[in-house]
């Protein structure tokens, strides 16, 4: 079990924050061993807080210092708006406790959150994404250099609790990973809304066409993932010589896909860059 294995004896993770991703995390880590009495989460809202209590059982406070003074790992788990405020009033408990924190806030420095938290701390910052809801996530992760080798393990044992983990050797590539992951489910989300729209318009039955839309993109993710070929021969054995793909291929070739999905991650970079500068003033 990762939890005594890696991380002593019975580490507590406390989670500031209750919402969808918390929630998500802790629900990871409990399928993967650790026991519900390691996990406790903070949240103001009432109905955040019972909703995990009822789902997953584990205990709730509404009072973030009192989850801060006693984590051994603190999983910083608010809107990047917000974490500014939350990171100031924490200071004073993780400077007593000095836990290894985790932030999963989009687009906020790890010089700026060690700033927020009274500097000094062993900070790694973590990039998920939405099917992290479905333990199909993918994260990067980046580490400050008061990271130890054990708490490198920790911080990607909890995310591996909900998918696939990376460690980005640049703080920098985190806007990219932003830009390619964290979003990147909704670019996926935005071509089977067009396929099925086209086939839809084509005469096909709406129900007919969401089930093969979907069907189709999982079999095609799953080919990919199985590795034994690169996605660009796959496909090309798709692609029948002078058959239907080849035709469709063409018009979205020739239509600028590929600098298309370039402008658009390049977009997504720069926001997320512009964001981090904005969060980064603040507090
Ligand atoms: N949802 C997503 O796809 C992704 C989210 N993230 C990051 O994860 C973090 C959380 O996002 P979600 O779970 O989607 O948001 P959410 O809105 O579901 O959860 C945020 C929670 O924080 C609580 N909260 C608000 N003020 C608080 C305070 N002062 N102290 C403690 N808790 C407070 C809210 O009541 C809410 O339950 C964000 O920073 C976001 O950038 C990162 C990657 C992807
Ligand atoms: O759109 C956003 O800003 C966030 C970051 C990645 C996913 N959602």
Redesign the pocket.
Known sequence: MASTSTHGAHPLIGF???????RSLASGLLKNGWGKNQIIL????PS?RQAIESVLGVKTLAD?QAVAAQADILVL????Q??GE?AAALAPSVQKKKPLVVS???GVRLEDLDRWLGGGLPIVRA????AALIGSGASGLYANERVSEAMRNQAESILRAVGVTVWLADESLMDVVTALS?SGPAYFFLVMETLEQAAIESGLDPKQARLLTLETAFGAAKMALEGHEEPSQLRRRVTSPGGTTEQAVKVLEQGGIRPLFKKAIEAAVNRSREIADMFGKKA
Do not use: C, F, Y
């Open positions: 500031i924050g209750a919402g969808n991703m918390a903070s949240d103001p809202e955040q973030n788990a608010v809107k990047p917000a974490l939350v999963i806030a989009a990039m998920p994404n939405t964290g």
